[in-house]
């Protein structure tokens, strides 16, 4: 009975120190801070930072780990795998190691707190330690949701499938339409109206009217999956094709249309006004046996509800090429735009390749554009950057000399507003030619047809010459100017039997003041050019260098035909905007060469008239004013001495 007893509280002993052991080692670990609280989104990385003491004075701390419990939050969980922790293996006696808590929460881990534990573990030379750290992690609220589409055609039903992207528990789900394209859809019931993080859940849509929609129309409607104040909207598109039933024919994609590939210079798909377009369309042909396959292009103003002019008699483009089975083939197509192609509209190109007089049943126009949209058009992007162009300019291939013909042409004002003023100038010095259209109004978008008769000298050299169309604009009323131009340069070939060019040598050229030189009054300057050649000859009056003080308002003539030996005179007109001494240049253009003078002139300012009728009389003025204030003196007299004379009364 004895010895039970000794067995007993030996036992008891033994039990009592293991306790106190283990007491002693988690005194001997500790945190701080003393608890990890931390937070973070759903799908993100938190850390928090520890320092890990050793309490022990003369004994290391060797072999450390760490384990974990998962995170909870009611029935929802953070696993232990999410969570690690890195600290060094060995802590000295007495001293702090630095550790850091790393927590990976998982993509839709539900929104609220979660709590755990970690415990650090550790061995001494004699005994094994421990040391827990309470960890609180709360993650945030992202509520959210995505609404997707697929199979809705023009003929055929499709699926709306709702996703819970967030973290929080959706519920009271509804689906509607924004109602804004030109066709209507309908949704069958959900399948549930709440979900958990993560889940989703479908609805049937179908359409009764998507069967009308035409090409160019709005055949993208968006549609709104809500919850609460938590919303997404998506977008379903109705394909509408280029093939002739405005349905797509070929679906097992025998012939397929792999590249439509935009070959004009600069950006891809970014066309403007007369701009020289190249495009190459490649076909694939699946079938077992060769097929004769036809390709059609067009280019459709959705604004207008119409296909462009591609050509004087064309609005789309066809090439019919034969591709052998397994094989594909290039379809190029160059047209040049026309010049009415209109900023503010929105232009979309189509494609379609189809088996040839098979369209009905084998027909195909999604397409992959290169560098562009991949589906049943391309957009196009306005690209210009010009306020005015010259276009279908026409000619002779040759003009003859000693002869006159026409050159006809268009100008178009893309982005200058209405009611702009303008005027046409057609030049060229070798052949004395300079000439100008009445002035004209063109609101904008609009065009205005121009010709001008040319008349080719006789004593001219036959070769290619340049010719420039000068359209001015920005006019200004007070000066009477025009303050900016567009040029178009072209060649014109000068044939025939002509005259041999008569030698000539440098005109004379005097410029004299033929008026008052006075702001904003008409300065008038006489040109007088003598011909020194031994024949006659053209000679194109050119004012420079004036532009900064006066406006020209005009020469006249502007193009003088002088015999050898004789004078004539050009009168040049200005509009002064300034005062003080001004300098302009004369340029006297024939057969090529330019003869120059340059003219200074005083510019005074305008004052009043009485003004100018004081400075006309020079000195004289001074004895008028003397005159003048005698004689308001002799009146004021006249005025007292009538006001003093004595009045008789009425009796």
């Known amino acids: 009975m004895a010895q039970k007893a000794f067995m007993f509280v030996g036992m008891l002993a033994l039990l009592i120190l293991s306790f106190s052991l283990v007491s002693s080692a988690v005194d001997d670990v500790q945190f701080y801070p003393s608890s990890a609280i931390v937070s973070g989104n759903q799908g993100a990385q938190v850390t928090g930072n520890f320092n890990v003491e050793n309490t022990l004075s003369v004994t290391d701390i060797n072999n450390i780990y760490v384990t974990f419990q998962s995170l909870v939050l009611g029935s929802s969980t953070i696993p232990n795998t999410s969570l690690s922790f890195t600290v060094a293996s060995t802590i000295a006696a007495s001293q702090n190691a ?78 509607s339409s924004l109602n804004d394209a030109d066709f209507n859809v309908t949704f069958g019931s959900l399948g549930s109206t709440s979900l958990n993080p993560g889940q989703s859940t479908t609805a049937s849509i179908s359409s009764t009217n998507a069967g009308n929609l035409n090409l160019g129309e709005d055949s993208t409607v968006s549609i709104r999956a809500t919850s609460g104040t938590v919303t997404n909207t998506g977008s379903v598109e109705i394909p509408v094709t280029y093939c002739s039933d405005l349905e797509l024919s070929d679906t097992n994609n025998q012939l397929k249309i792999t590249d439509v ?28 046996a060769s097929k004769s396959v036809e390709v059609k292009i067009g280019l459709y103003d959705v604004s207008r509800g119409r296909f462009v002019d591609l050509t004087t008699s064309d609005r789309e483009l066809t090439d019919n090429v034969r591709i052998s089975d397994d094989s594909d083939e290039d379809f190029n197509f160059d047209f040049q735009l026309p010049a009415d192609i209109n900023q503010n509209d929105d232009y979309r190109l189509y494609v379609k390749a189809y088996v040839r007089s098979n369209e009905k049943t084998i027909c195909t126009s999604n397409a992959d554009f290169t560098n562009g949209d991949t589906g049943y058009y391309q957009n196009i992007d306005y690209a210009s950057d010009d306020d ?65 008769d ?70 008038v300057v006489t040109v007088s050019v003598k011909n020194n050649g031994n024949g006659a000859a053209n000679f194109i009056i050119a004012p420079t260098n004036y532009e900064s003080w006066a406006g020209l308002v005009s020469v006249e003539p502007q193009v ?73 003196i002799l009146v004021i007299v006249l005025i007292i001495v009538a006001a003093r004379k004595p009045r008789h009364s009425d009796f």
Not at 137 to 165: A, D, E, H, R, Y
Not at 465 to 478: A, N, P, Q, R
Not at 612 to 619: A, Y
């Open 98 to 175: 630095s550790g850091t808590l790393i927590v990976n929460i998982p993509s839709n881990q539900l929104a609220g707190t979660y709590q755990g534990s970690m415990t650090l573990y550790g061995n001494t030379s004699s005994s094994s330690l421990r040391g827990t750290l309470p960890i609180t992690l709360t993650v945030n609220s992202q509520p959210s949701l995505t609404v997707t589409q697929s199979g809705l055609t023009k003929t055929s039903n499709g699926t709306v499938t709702i996703t819970n992207t967030g973290n929080t528990v959706l519920s009271g789900l509804v689906l």
């Open 261 to 288: 590939r935009d070959l004009s210079s600069g950006d891809d798909w970014a066309w403007s006004p007369l701009k020289d377009i190249s495009l190459r369309v490649t076909v694939e042909n699946n079938y077992d």
């Open 388 to 452: 005015i162009l010259i276009a279908n300019a026409k000619f002779p291939t040759s003009f003859f000399c000693g002869t006159s013909d026409t050159i006809s042409f268009d100008v178009y004002n893309f982005n200058l507003g209405d009611n702009e003023k303008m005027r046409v100038r057609l030049y060229n010095s070798a052949l004395g030619i300079s000439t100008y259209s009445d002035q004209f109004e063109l609101d904008e978008g609009n065009s205005e047809s121009l010709s001008f």
């Open 454 to 523: 040319v008349n080719i000298p006789q004593n001219v050299t036959a070769k290619l010459y340049g010719f420039t169309l000068f359209v001015e604009y920005d006019y200004k009323d007070s000066s009477e100017t025009y303050k900016n131009y567009f040029d178009q340069t072209y060649n014109l070939n000068v044939q025939g039997t002509c005259a041999e060019v008569v030698s000539t040598t440098a005109p004379t050229i005097n410029a004299q003041l033929s008026s008052n030189a006075v702001v904003g009054q008409d300065l």
């Open 560 to 632: 003088l035909t002088i015999n050898a030996g004789s004078t004539q005179q050009a009168i040049l007109t200005f509009n002064p905007t300034e005062a003080g001494t001004k300098t302009f240049n004369v340029q006297v253009i024939s057969n090529g060469n330019t003869e120059e003078r340059a003219v200074s002139v005083t510019i005074t300012e305008n004052k009043s008239s009485i003004t100018n009728f004081f400075e006309s009389l020079g000195d004289t003025t001074y004895i008028i004013a003397g005159v003048l204030v005698l004689l308001i």
